[in-house]
Protein backbone atom coordinates (compact mmCIF):
# COMPACT_ATOMS: atom_id res chain seq x y z
CA UNK A 1 0.00 0.00 0.00
CA UNK A 2 2.84 2.16 0.54
CA UNK A 3 4.08 1.65 -2.42
CA UNK A 4 1.40 2.20 -4.21
CA UNK A 5 0.62 5.55 -2.35
CA UNK A 6 4.39 7.04 -3.09
CA UNK A 7 4.00 5.53 -6.83
CA UNK A 8 1.18 7.64 -7.03
CA UNK A 9 2.65 10.93 -5.00
CA UNK A 10 5.73 10.20 -7.66
CA UNK A 11 3.67 10.75 -11.01
CA UNK A 12 1.80 13.91 -9.70
CA UNK A 13 4.77 15.60 -8.79
CA UNK A 14 6.62 15.17 -11.75
CA UNK A 15 2.99 15.38 -13.97
CA UNK A 16 3.16 18.92 -15.55
CA UNK A 17 -0.13 19.84 -13.54
CA UNK A 18 2.03 20.97 -10.95
CA UNK A 19 4.04 23.58 -13.08
CA UNK A 20 0.50 24.48 -14.63
CA UNK A 21 0.12 26.63 -10.87
CA UNK A 22 1.55 29.56 -13.13
CA UNK A 23 -1.13 31.43 -14.49
CA UNK A 24 0.92 33.02 -17.31
CA UNK A 25 1.80 29.85 -18.74
CA UNK A 26 -1.59 28.90 -18.97
CA UNK A 27 -2.90 32.32 -20.64
CA UNK A 28 0.04 31.18 -23.21
CA UNK A 29 -1.57 27.93 -24.03
CA UNK A 30 -5.39 29.66 -24.75
CA UNK A 31 -3.16 32.05 -26.72
CA UNK A 32 -1.73 28.75 -28.96
CA UNK A 33 -5.24 27.96 -29.39
CA UNK A 34 -6.36 31.36 -30.61
CA UNK A 35 -3.95 30.50 -33.46
CA UNK A 36 -4.92 27.27 -33.78
CA UNK A 37 -8.60 29.11 -35.03
CA UNK A 38 -6.64 31.22 -36.99
CA UNK A 39 -4.81 28.57 -38.53
CA UNK A 40 -7.37 26.45 -39.08
CA UNK A 41 -10.63 27.88 -39.31
CA UNK A 42 -9.35 31.32 -40.91
CA UNK A 43 -6.51 30.00 -43.15
CA UNK A 44 -4.18 32.50 -41.69
CA UNK A 45 -1.17 31.35 -43.56
CA UNK A 46 -1.66 28.16 -42.58
CA UNK A 47 1.81 26.41 -43.48
CA UNK A 48 3.63 28.72 -40.73
CA UNK A 49 0.59 29.77 -38.48
CA UNK A 50 -0.24 26.10 -37.27
CA UNK A 51 3.38 25.07 -36.71
CA UNK A 52 4.34 28.58 -34.82
CA UNK A 53 0.69 27.52 -33.10
CA UNK A 54 1.74 24.05 -32.16
CA UNK A 55 5.45 25.60 -31.25
CA UNK A 56 4.21 27.91 -28.57
CA UNK A 57 1.78 25.28 -27.28
CA UNK A 58 4.76 22.38 -26.61
CA UNK A 59 7.06 25.17 -24.89
CA UNK A 60 4.47 26.59 -22.77
CA UNK A 61 3.23 22.95 -21.26
CA UNK A 62 4.87 22.44 -18.16
CA UNK A 63 8.01 20.10 -17.40
CA UNK A 64 8.34 19.26 -21.51
CA UNK A 65 11.87 19.72 -21.56
CA UNK A 66 11.25 20.47 -25.38
CA UNK A 67 12.85 24.10 -25.44
CA UNK A 68 15.26 25.94 -22.83
CA UNK A 69 14.85 29.96 -23.37
CA UNK A 70 17.62 29.98 -20.45
CA UNK A 71 20.14 28.52 -22.88
CA UNK A 72 19.38 30.79 -25.55
CA UNK A 73 20.53 34.09 -23.51
CA UNK A 74 23.99 35.21 -22.97
CA UNK A 75 23.11 36.03 -19.46
CA UNK A 76 22.75 32.70 -18.32
CA UNK A 77 24.49 31.25 -20.94
CA UNK A 78 27.84 32.91 -21.29
CA UNK A 79 30.50 31.66 -23.22
CA UNK A 80 33.72 31.65 -21.73
CA UNK A 81 36.75 31.38 -24.39
CA UNK A 82 39.58 28.87 -23.69
CA UNK A 83 42.68 31.41 -23.92
CA UNK A 84 46.73 31.01 -23.64
CA UNK A 85 47.51 33.99 -21.22
CA UNK A 86 51.49 34.49 -20.60
CA UNK A 87 52.20 35.31 -17.24
CA UNK A 88 55.73 36.00 -17.45
CA UNK A 89 56.68 32.74 -15.42
CA UNK A 90 55.36 29.72 -18.56
CA UNK A 91 52.24 30.44 -19.13
CA UNK A 92 48.72 29.46 -18.36
CA UNK A 93 45.34 28.60 -19.46
CA UNK A 94 41.90 31.18 -18.79
CA UNK A 95 38.61 30.87 -19.30
CA UNK A 96 37.77 34.27 -20.76
CA UNK A 97 34.48 35.68 -20.61
CA UNK A 98 33.25 36.62 -24.51
CA UNK A 99 30.53 39.36 -23.55
CA UNK A 100 28.01 40.45 -25.99
CA UNK A 101 25.65 37.62 -27.77
CA UNK A 102 28.03 35.00 -27.81
CA UNK A 103 26.54 31.27 -26.49
CA UNK A 104 27.90 28.32 -25.18
CA UNK A 105 26.53 25.92 -27.75
CA UNK A 106 27.93 22.78 -26.33
CA UNK A 107 25.86 23.44 -23.22
CA UNK A 108 23.01 23.85 -25.98
CA UNK A 109 24.07 19.97 -27.45
CA UNK A 110 24.65 18.81 -24.43
CA UNK A 111 21.36 19.46 -22.34
CA UNK A 112 19.23 20.82 -24.75
CA UNK A 113 15.60 19.26 -26.03
CA UNK A 114 14.05 18.53 -29.41
CA UNK A 115 13.22 22.03 -30.37
CA UNK A 116 16.68 23.96 -28.93
CA UNK A 117 18.44 21.54 -31.45
CA UNK A 118 16.04 22.47 -33.90
CA UNK A 119 16.36 26.22 -32.85
CA UNK A 120 19.58 26.09 -33.55
CA UNK A 121 18.77 26.84 -37.68
CA UNK A 122 17.05 30.17 -36.40
CA UNK A 123 19.88 31.35 -34.07
CA UNK A 124 22.57 30.65 -36.98
CA UNK A 125 20.47 31.67 -39.34
CA UNK A 126 20.10 28.92 -41.53
CA UNK A 127 16.43 28.39 -41.88
CA UNK A 128 15.16 31.52 -43.54
CA UNK A 129 18.24 31.91 -46.53
CA UNK A 130 16.91 27.98 -47.16
CA UNK A 131 13.26 29.39 -47.17
CA UNK A 132 14.53 32.04 -49.96
CA UNK A 133 16.31 29.67 -51.75
CA UNK A 134 12.85 27.89 -52.14
CA UNK A 135 10.92 30.95 -52.85
CA UNK A 136 13.87 31.90 -55.70
CA UNK A 137 12.91 28.74 -57.50
CA UNK A 138 9.75 29.20 -57.57
CA UNK A 139 9.76 33.41 -58.45
CA UNK A 140 9.39 34.37 -62.33
CA UNK A 141 11.22 37.77 -62.15
CA UNK A 142 10.62 38.36 -66.21
CA UNK A 143 7.62 40.82 -65.31
CA UNK A 144 10.42 43.04 -63.07
CA UNK A 145 12.96 42.30 -66.28
CA UNK A 146 10.74 43.49 -68.11
CA UNK A 147 9.38 46.54 -66.84
CA UNK A 148 12.74 47.68 -64.65
CA UNK A 149 11.07 50.49 -63.03
CA UNK A 150 8.81 47.74 -61.02
CA UNK A 151 12.33 48.45 -58.71
CA UNK A 152 11.39 52.00 -57.72
CA UNK A 153 8.01 50.54 -56.09
CA UNK A 154 9.81 48.18 -54.87
CA UNK A 155 11.79 50.25 -52.76
CA UNK A 156 9.13 53.02 -51.66
CA UNK A 157 6.97 49.92 -50.30
CA UNK A 158 10.21 49.82 -48.14
CA UNK A 159 9.29 53.24 -46.61
CA UNK A 160 6.97 51.30 -43.69
CA UNK A 161 10.09 49.69 -42.69
CA UNK A 162 12.09 52.90 -41.70
CA UNK A 163 8.44 54.98 -40.43
CA UNK A 164 8.30 52.25 -38.12
CA UNK A 165 11.44 52.16 -37.23
CA UNK A 166 11.17 55.93 -36.77
CA UNK A 167 7.74 55.25 -35.04
CA UNK A 168 9.25 52.87 -32.31
CA UNK A 169 11.93 54.94 -31.45
CA UNK A 170 9.31 58.10 -30.69
CA UNK A 171 7.72 55.13 -28.80
CA UNK A 172 10.45 55.73 -26.14
CA UNK A 173 9.86 59.16 -25.54
CA UNK A 174 6.33 58.62 -24.09
CA UNK A 175 7.32 57.25 -20.39
CA UNK A 176 5.39 54.22 -20.36
CA UNK A 177 7.32 52.49 -17.32
CA UNK A 178 4.12 53.01 -14.97
CA UNK A 179 2.48 49.63 -16.38
CA UNK A 180 5.51 47.82 -17.01
CA UNK A 181 6.99 49.37 -20.64
CA UNK A 182 10.79 50.28 -20.92
CA UNK A 183 10.62 50.77 -24.30
CA UNK A 184 12.27 49.75 -27.34
CA UNK A 185 16.26 49.29 -27.82
CA UNK A 186 17.67 50.16 -31.49
CA UNK A 187 17.67 47.06 -31.97
CA UNK A 188 14.27 45.87 -30.81
CA UNK A 189 13.23 48.98 -33.03
CA UNK A 190 14.68 47.23 -35.90
CA UNK A 191 13.53 44.14 -35.68
CA UNK A 192 9.93 45.14 -35.60
CA UNK A 193 10.45 47.94 -38.25
CA UNK A 194 11.43 45.31 -40.64
CA UNK A 195 7.74 43.62 -40.15
CA UNK A 196 6.73 46.20 -42.82
CA UNK A 197 8.91 44.41 -45.31
CA UNK A 198 5.83 42.07 -45.28
CA UNK A 199 8.89 38.99 -46.00
CA UNK A 200 8.03 36.25 -43.29
CA UNK A 201 12.02 34.94 -43.24
CA UNK A 202 13.64 38.67 -43.75
CA UNK A 203 11.91 39.27 -40.20
CA UNK A 204 12.58 36.25 -39.10
CA UNK A 205 16.75 36.18 -40.13
CA UNK A 206 17.07 39.86 -38.88
CA UNK A 207 15.28 39.66 -35.41
CA UNK A 208 16.70 36.78 -34.63
CA UNK A 209 20.12 38.74 -34.77
CA UNK A 210 19.16 41.83 -33.29
CA UNK A 211 16.40 40.89 -30.98
CA UNK A 212 16.10 37.03 -30.17
CA UNK A 213 13.91 37.64 -27.20
CA UNK A 214 10.84 39.07 -29.27
CA UNK A 215 11.18 36.21 -32.15
CA UNK A 216 7.55 34.62 -31.43
CA UNK A 217 6.03 38.25 -31.30
CA UNK A 218 7.51 39.84 -34.45
CA UNK A 219 6.83 36.30 -36.38
CA UNK A 220 3.28 36.05 -34.98
CA UNK A 221 2.54 39.73 -36.40
CA UNK A 222 4.19 39.44 -39.22
CA UNK A 223 2.54 36.33 -40.57
CA UNK A 224 -0.88 37.70 -39.11
CA UNK A 225 -0.52 40.85 -41.57
CA UNK A 226 0.44 39.03 -43.96
CA UNK A 227 -2.35 36.61 -44.17
CA UNK A 228 -4.20 40.31 -43.60
CA UNK A 229 -2.87 41.93 -46.57
CA UNK A 230 -6.24 41.70 -48.93
CA UNK A 231 -7.78 43.07 -45.39
CA UNK A 232 -5.63 45.87 -44.87
CA UNK A 233 -4.63 46.66 -48.29
CA UNK A 234 -7.95 47.75 -50.45
CA UNK A 235 -8.91 50.73 -48.27
CA UNK A 236 -6.11 52.28 -48.38
CA UNK A 237 -5.37 52.04 -52.22
CA UNK A 238 -8.79 53.38 -52.87
CA UNK A 239 -8.26 56.53 -50.67
CA UNK A 240 -5.24 57.21 -52.09
CA UNK A 241 -6.38 56.81 -55.78
CA UNK A 242 -8.75 57.94 -57.86
CA UNK A 243 -11.51 56.07 -59.57
CA UNK A 244 -9.38 57.29 -63.27
CA UNK A 245 -6.16 56.39 -62.11
CA UNK A 246 -7.35 52.60 -60.85
CA UNK A 247 -9.18 51.60 -64.50
CA UNK A 248 -5.78 52.84 -66.25
CA UNK A 249 -4.97 49.41 -68.52
CA UNK A 250 -1.24 49.05 -68.69
CA UNK A 251 0.23 47.98 -72.33
CA UNK A 252 1.30 44.52 -72.58
CA UNK A 253 4.77 43.69 -70.89
CA UNK A 254 7.42 42.43 -73.00
CA UNK A 255 8.45 38.94 -74.01
CA UNK A 256 12.28 38.34 -71.81
CA UNK A 257 14.60 36.38 -73.17
CA UNK A 258 16.25 33.25 -71.26
CA UNK A 259 19.57 34.88 -71.13
CA UNK A 260 18.31 37.85 -69.55
CA UNK A 261 16.59 35.95 -67.03
CA UNK A 262 19.95 33.74 -66.48
CA UNK A 263 22.13 37.13 -66.11
CA UNK A 264 19.39 38.51 -63.48
CA UNK A 265 19.93 36.74 -60.96
CA UNK A 266 23.68 36.56 -61.24
CA UNK A 267 23.61 40.47 -61.97
CA UNK A 268 21.55 40.80 -58.93
CA UNK A 269 24.05 38.46 -56.49
CA UNK A 270 27.07 40.84 -57.75
CA UNK A 271 25.42 44.03 -57.22
CA UNK A 272 23.62 43.87 -54.23
CA UNK A 273 26.43 41.84 -52.46
CA UNK A 274 29.05 44.07 -53.25
CA UNK A 275 27.29 47.34 -52.02
CA UNK A 276 25.50 45.52 -48.77
CA UNK A 277 27.30 42.78 -47.76
CA UNK A 278 24.91 41.72 -45.29
CA UNK A 279 22.08 41.33 -47.45
CA UNK A 280 24.19 38.59 -49.39
CA UNK A 281 22.57 35.44 -47.46
CA UNK A 282 19.44 36.35 -48.22
CA UNK A 283 19.61 38.04 -51.68
CA UNK A 284 22.67 35.60 -52.40
CA UNK A 285 20.74 32.32 -52.06
CA UNK A 286 17.19 33.83 -53.25
CA UNK A 287 19.08 34.28 -56.82
CA UNK A 288 20.49 31.28 -56.44
CA UNK A 289 17.09 29.17 -56.19
CA UNK A 290 16.19 31.70 -59.05
CA UNK A 291 19.59 30.78 -61.01
CA UNK A 292 18.90 27.51 -60.72
CA UNK A 293 15.09 27.54 -61.88
CA UNK A 294 15.81 29.73 -64.91
CA UNK A 295 19.48 27.68 -66.56
CA UNK A 296 17.08 25.17 -66.84
CA UNK A 297 20.15 22.53 -66.26
CA UNK A 298 19.44 21.28 -62.34
CA UNK A 299 15.73 20.19 -62.62
CA UNK A 300 15.93 17.51 -60.15
CA UNK A 301 17.98 20.50 -57.43
CA UNK A 302 14.88 22.32 -58.48
CA UNK A 303 12.04 20.45 -57.66
CA UNK A 304 14.02 19.43 -53.97
CA UNK A 305 14.42 23.24 -53.36
CA UNK A 306 10.61 23.98 -54.33
CA UNK A 307 8.97 21.21 -52.44
CA UNK A 308 10.91 19.06 -50.19
CA UNK A 309 13.59 21.09 -48.68
CA UNK A 310 11.40 24.04 -48.14
CA UNK A 311 8.51 21.97 -46.70
CA UNK A 312 11.31 20.77 -44.44
CA UNK A 313 12.24 23.98 -43.27
CA UNK A 314 9.05 25.48 -42.90
CA UNK A 315 8.13 22.41 -40.53
CA UNK A 316 11.37 23.42 -38.49
CA UNK A 317 11.54 26.87 -38.31
CA UNK A 318 7.83 27.29 -37.66
CA UNK A 319 7.81 25.40 -34.67
CA UNK A 320 10.76 26.24 -33.30
CA UNK A 321 9.74 30.36 -33.77
CA UNK A 322 6.53 29.24 -31.92
CA UNK A 323 8.85 27.79 -29.39
CA UNK A 324 10.47 30.68 -28.56
CA UNK A 325 7.40 32.39 -27.64
CA UNK A 326 7.19 31.83 -23.66
CA UNK A 327 5.20 33.82 -21.05
CA UNK A 328 8.68 36.08 -20.22
CA UNK A 329 8.79 37.26 -23.16
CA UNK A 330 5.58 37.20 -25.07
CA UNK A 331 2.96 38.44 -22.36
CA UNK A 332 4.33 41.74 -22.17
CA UNK A 333 3.15 45.50 -23.22
CA UNK A 334 6.25 44.74 -26.47
CA UNK A 335 3.78 42.23 -27.82
CA UNK A 336 0.79 44.67 -27.80
CA UNK A 337 3.20 47.76 -29.27
CA UNK A 338 4.69 45.04 -32.02
CA UNK A 339 1.33 43.97 -33.03
CA UNK A 340 -0.13 48.04 -33.41
CA UNK A 341 3.63 49.22 -34.83
CA UNK A 342 3.42 46.04 -37.04
CA UNK A 343 0.05 47.15 -38.65
CA UNK A 344 1.51 50.68 -38.77
CA UNK A 345 4.26 49.18 -40.77
CA UNK A 346 1.88 47.64 -43.56
CA UNK A 347 -0.24 50.58 -43.94
CA UNK A 348 2.41 53.22 -44.12
CA UNK A 349 4.55 50.87 -46.80
CA UNK A 350 1.23 50.19 -48.94
CA UNK A 351 0.68 54.22 -48.91
CA UNK A 352 4.21 54.56 -49.96
CA UNK A 353 3.88 52.61 -53.17
CA UNK A 354 0.90 53.68 -53.80
CA UNK A 355 1.93 57.04 -53.60
CA UNK A 356 4.69 56.72 -55.66
CA UNK A 357 2.63 54.82 -58.31
CA UNK A 358 0.33 57.64 -58.01
CA UNK A 359 3.88 59.70 -59.44
CA UNK A 360 4.67 57.38 -61.67
CA UNK A 361 1.34 57.57 -62.90
CA UNK A 362 2.22 61.53 -64.07
CA UNK A 363 4.89 61.14 -64.95
CA UNK A 364 4.50 58.36 -67.65
CA UNK A 365 1.80 60.37 -69.27
CA UNK A 366 -1.34 58.14 -67.17
CA UNK A 367 0.66 54.82 -68.60
CA UNK A 368 0.86 53.01 -64.92
CA UNK A 369 -1.93 52.06 -62.62
CA UNK A 370 -0.97 53.61 -58.94
CA UNK A 371 -2.42 50.30 -57.90
CA UNK A 372 0.55 48.07 -58.41
CA UNK A 373 2.36 50.23 -56.28
CA UNK A 374 1.01 48.91 -53.35
CA UNK A 375 2.35 45.12 -54.56
CA UNK A 376 5.98 46.74 -53.64
CA UNK A 377 5.55 45.68 -49.94
CA UNK A 378 6.50 41.91 -51.32
CA UNK A 379 4.11 39.17 -49.49
CA UNK A 380 4.41 37.64 -52.78
CA UNK A 381 1.87 36.55 -54.25
CA UNK A 382 -0.91 37.82 -52.61
CA UNK A 383 -0.49 41.89 -52.32
CA UNK A 384 -0.06 41.50 -56.62
CA UNK A 385 -3.24 39.80 -56.15
CA UNK A 386 -4.73 42.10 -54.05
CA UNK A 387 -3.76 44.68 -56.72
CA UNK A 388 -5.59 42.61 -59.52
CA UNK A 389 -7.85 42.43 -57.53
CA UNK A 390 -8.70 46.04 -56.71
CA UNK A 391 -8.15 46.48 -60.22
CA UNK A 392 -10.92 44.51 -61.62
CA UNK A 393 -13.24 45.88 -59.09
CA UNK A 394 -13.06 49.13 -61.19
CA UNK A 395 -12.58 48.02 -64.21
CA UNK A 396 -13.79 44.07 -65.06
CA UNK A 397 -11.39 43.67 -68.59
CA UNK A 398 -8.46 45.31 -66.40
CA UNK A 399 -5.48 42.78 -65.66
CA UNK A 400 -3.01 43.99 -63.41
CA UNK A 401 -1.92 40.68 -62.03
CA UNK A 402 1.60 40.43 -64.79
CA UNK A 403 2.35 44.04 -64.05
CA UNK A 404 2.02 44.14 -60.19
CA UNK A 405 4.32 40.63 -60.07
CA UNK A 406 6.84 43.45 -61.04
CA UNK A 407 7.18 45.24 -58.23
CA UNK A 408 5.90 42.33 -55.83
CA UNK A 409 8.79 40.77 -56.58
CA UNK A 410 11.05 43.94 -56.56
CA UNK A 411 9.53 43.78 -52.91
CA UNK A 412 11.62 41.15 -51.73
CA UNK A 413 15.04 42.35 -52.63
CA UNK A 414 13.82 45.58 -51.64
CA UNK A 415 13.14 44.27 -48.13
CA UNK A 416 16.12 41.90 -47.56
CA UNK A 417 18.06 45.01 -48.76
CA UNK A 418 16.65 46.98 -46.10
CA UNK A 419 17.05 44.24 -43.15
CA UNK A 420 20.76 44.57 -44.79
CA UNK A 421 21.25 47.97 -44.29
CA UNK A 422 19.83 48.12 -40.56
CA UNK A 423 21.76 44.97 -39.82
CA UNK A 424 24.99 45.90 -41.17
CA UNK A 425 24.70 49.41 -38.73
CA UNK A 426 22.81 47.64 -35.96
CA UNK A 427 24.41 44.05 -35.99
CA UNK B 1 26.40 56.73 -52.72
CA UNK B 2 29.45 58.22 -50.37
CA UNK B 3 27.73 60.60 -48.96
CA UNK B 4 25.58 58.03 -47.79
CA UNK B 5 27.89 55.98 -46.31
CA UNK B 6 29.85 58.41 -45.10
CA UNK B 7 27.09 60.20 -43.06
CA UNK B 8 26.61 56.26 -41.88
CA UNK B 9 29.80 55.71 -40.59
CA UNK B 10 30.18 59.20 -39.49
CA UNK B 11 26.94 58.03 -37.19
CA UNK B 12 28.27 54.66 -37.01
CA UNK B 13 30.58 55.70 -33.73
CA UNK B 14 27.53 57.07 -32.17
CA UNK B 15 25.39 54.62 -32.78
CA UNK B 16 27.88 51.98 -31.78
CA UNK B 17 28.17 54.01 -28.11
CA UNK B 18 24.21 54.04 -28.06
CA UNK B 19 24.34 50.53 -28.51
CA UNK B 20 26.33 49.88 -25.70
CA UNK B 21 24.04 51.29 -23.68
CA UNK B 22 22.03 48.46 -23.14
CA UNK B 23 18.62 49.44 -22.09
CA UNK B 24 16.28 51.38 -23.66
CA UNK B 25 15.98 54.58 -21.10
CA UNK B 26 19.38 54.80 -21.34
CA UNK B 27 19.80 54.68 -25.09
CA UNK B 28 17.14 57.55 -25.00
CA UNK B 29 19.41 59.89 -22.66
CA UNK B 30 22.63 59.84 -24.95
CA UNK B 31 22.68 63.36 -26.64
CA UNK B 32 23.16 62.12 -30.11
CA UNK B 33 20.00 59.63 -29.90
CA UNK B 34 17.63 61.69 -31.76
CA UNK B 35 20.29 62.58 -33.97
CA UNK B 36 21.42 59.01 -35.08
CA UNK B 37 18.06 57.59 -35.54
CA UNK B 38 17.34 60.49 -38.14
CA UNK B 39 20.24 59.73 -39.91
CA UNK B 40 19.57 56.05 -39.84
CA UNK B 41 16.12 56.28 -40.74
CA UNK B 42 17.28 58.73 -43.66
CA UNK B 43 20.40 56.58 -45.01
CA UNK B 44 18.56 53.89 -44.46
CA UNK B 45 15.69 54.43 -46.99
CA UNK B 46 18.33 56.44 -49.56
CA UNK B 47 20.44 53.52 -49.69
CA UNK B 48 17.44 51.06 -50.58
CA UNK B 49 16.35 53.27 -53.25
CA UNK B 50 20.28 53.81 -54.76
CA UNK B 51 20.55 49.93 -55.17
CA UNK B 52 17.52 49.78 -56.65
CA UNK B 53 18.13 52.35 -58.70
CA UNK B 54 21.01 50.75 -59.81
CA UNK B 55 19.84 47.60 -60.72
CA UNK B 56 17.20 49.13 -62.80
CA UNK B 57 19.40 51.45 -64.81
CA UNK B 58 21.52 47.67 -65.28
CA UNK B 59 18.70 45.78 -66.70
CA UNK B 60 17.16 49.08 -68.68
CA UNK B 61 20.70 48.72 -70.13
CA UNK B 62 20.56 44.50 -70.57
CA UNK B 63 16.73 45.95 -72.16
CA UNK B 64 17.28 47.60 -74.92
CA UNK B 65 20.22 45.79 -75.84
CA UNK B 66 18.29 42.90 -76.20
CA UNK B 67 15.51 44.43 -77.98
CA UNK B 68 18.15 45.27 -79.89
CA UNK B 69 19.71 42.21 -80.64
CA UNK B 70 15.81 40.93 -80.96
CA UNK B 71 14.97 43.64 -83.93
CA UNK B 72 18.16 42.70 -85.88
CA UNK B 73 17.34 38.86 -85.54
CA UNK B 74 14.07 39.45 -86.59
CA UNK B 75 14.56 41.87 -89.95
CA UNK B 76 17.07 39.02 -90.63
CA UNK B 77 13.95 36.85 -90.48
CA UNK B 78 11.86 38.77 -92.49
CA UNK B 79 14.43 39.13 -95.10
CA UNK B 80 14.64 35.54 -95.15
CA UNK B 81 10.84 34.92 -95.24
CA UNK B 82 10.85 37.52 -98.31
CA UNK B 83 12.93 35.03 -100.16
CA UNK B 84 11.46 31.91 -99.74
CA UNK B 85 8.33 33.68 -100.67
CA UNK B 86 9.57 34.63 -103.58
CA UNK B 87 11.00 31.06 -105.02
CA UNK B 88 7.87 29.06 -103.93
CA UNK B 89 4.89 31.21 -104.75
CA UNK B 90 2.22 27.92 -104.95
CA UNK B 91 0.59 27.40 -101.96
CA UNK B 92 -1.18 30.17 -101.12
CA UNK B 93 -4.30 29.57 -103.58
CA UNK B 94 -4.59 26.27 -102.45
CA UNK B 95 -5.02 27.31 -98.66
CA UNK B 96 -8.26 30.15 -99.64
CA UNK B 97 -9.83 26.90 -101.77
CA UNK B 98 -10.13 25.03 -98.64
CA UNK B 99 -11.12 27.86 -96.23
CA UNK B 100 -14.01 28.79 -98.36
CA UNK B 101 -15.23 25.29 -98.85
CA UNK B 102 -15.44 24.85 -94.88
CA UNK B 103 -17.17 27.54 -94.15
CA UNK B 104 -20.81 27.01 -94.86
CA UNK B 105 -20.72 23.18 -93.23
CA UNK B 106 -18.82 25.33 -90.00
CA UNK B 107 -21.85 27.54 -89.76
CA UNK B 108 -24.28 24.50 -89.42
CA UNK B 109 -22.23 22.87 -87.12
CA UNK B 110 -22.29 26.18 -84.57
CA UNK B 111 -25.86 26.33 -85.32
CA UNK B 112 -26.27 22.86 -84.07
CA UNK B 113 -24.14 23.39 -81.22
CA UNK B 114 -25.77 26.69 -79.57
CA UNK B 115 -28.85 24.44 -80.35
CA UNK B 116 -27.86 22.21 -78.34
CA UNK B 117 -26.81 24.47 -75.71
CA UNK B 118 -30.06 26.06 -75.02
CA UNK B 119 -31.92 23.21 -74.95
CA UNK B 120 -29.55 21.75 -72.26
CA UNK B 121 -29.58 25.05 -70.20
CA UNK B 122 -33.52 25.59 -70.31
CA UNK B 123 -34.54 22.18 -70.85
CA UNK B 124 -37.81 21.20 -68.82
CA UNK B 125 -40.74 18.72 -69.16
CA UNK B 126 -43.40 20.08 -71.92
CA UNK B 127 -41.64 23.00 -73.60
CA UNK B 128 -40.65 23.20 -76.71
CA UNK B 129 -38.07 25.52 -78.34
CA UNK B 130 -37.43 26.68 -81.90
CA UNK B 131 -34.13 28.35 -82.65
CA UNK B 132 -35.48 31.40 -85.21
CA UNK B 133 -31.64 33.09 -85.88
CA UNK B 134 -28.52 33.54 -84.43
CA UNK B 135 -26.53 36.64 -84.81
CA UNK B 136 -23.28 38.23 -83.49
CA UNK B 137 -23.69 40.58 -81.04
CA UNK B 138 -22.13 43.68 -80.99
CA UNK B 139 -19.28 43.25 -78.09
CA UNK B 140 -18.76 46.26 -75.37
CA UNK B 141 -16.04 45.05 -74.13
CA UNK B 142 -12.86 44.85 -76.55
CA UNK B 143 -12.27 40.73 -75.82
CA UNK B 144 -14.81 38.32 -76.49
CA UNK B 145 -16.69 36.72 -73.42
CA UNK B 146 -15.08 33.29 -74.25
CA UNK B 147 -11.70 34.71 -73.69
CA UNK B 148 -12.63 36.54 -70.81
CA UNK B 149 -14.17 33.26 -69.22
CA UNK B 150 -10.73 31.66 -69.91
CA UNK B 151 -8.51 34.59 -68.75
CA UNK B 152 -10.90 34.68 -65.38
CA UNK B 153 -10.16 31.02 -65.59
CA UNK B 154 -6.47 31.35 -65.57
CA UNK B 155 -6.64 34.29 -63.11
CA UNK B 156 -9.03 32.34 -60.28
CA UNK B 157 -5.55 30.63 -58.91
CA UNK B 158 -4.21 33.83 -58.03
Redesign the interface.
Known amino acids: MEIFKSTITGLIDTSGFTGLSDIRCIIMILLSFVLFYLAIVKQYEPLLMLPIAFGMLLTNLPLTGLYHPELWDPATNPYFAPTYVDAGIGGLFMSVFTPETSLDYGKVLHEGGLLDMLYLGVKLQIYPPLIFLGIGSMTDFGP???N??S??L??AA??G???T??GA?LL??FDL?GIGF???????AASIAIIGGADGPTAIYLTSKLAPQLLGSIAVAAYSYMALVPVIQPPIMKALTTEKERSVKMGQL?EV?K??KV??PI??TV??SL??PSAAPLVGILMFGNLMKESGVCDRLVKTAQNELMNIITIFLGITVGATAVADNFLSWKTIFIIVLGLIAFCVGTACGVLLGKLMYIISGRKINPLIGSAGVSAV?MA??VS?KVGAQTNP?N?L?MHAMGPNV?GV??SA??AG??LS??G | ?NIAFSM?SES?SA?ER??GL????D??GDPD??GS??I??????L??????????F???L??TI??AI?KSRAAKRAAALEVEKVTVPAPVPIAEATAEDEAPNNDEEIVAVISAAIAAYAEAEGTAYTITGISRRKSV???SAWS?AG?NDN?RQ?
Open positions: LIAPKFLGAQGIFFFLCNFSDGFTLKERSIEVFAVIVIVPARQSFLAIGVAVLVL | MLGIIQGSAKQLYWVGLTITGIVVFLILAILIFFWMGFKDRTRMVMF
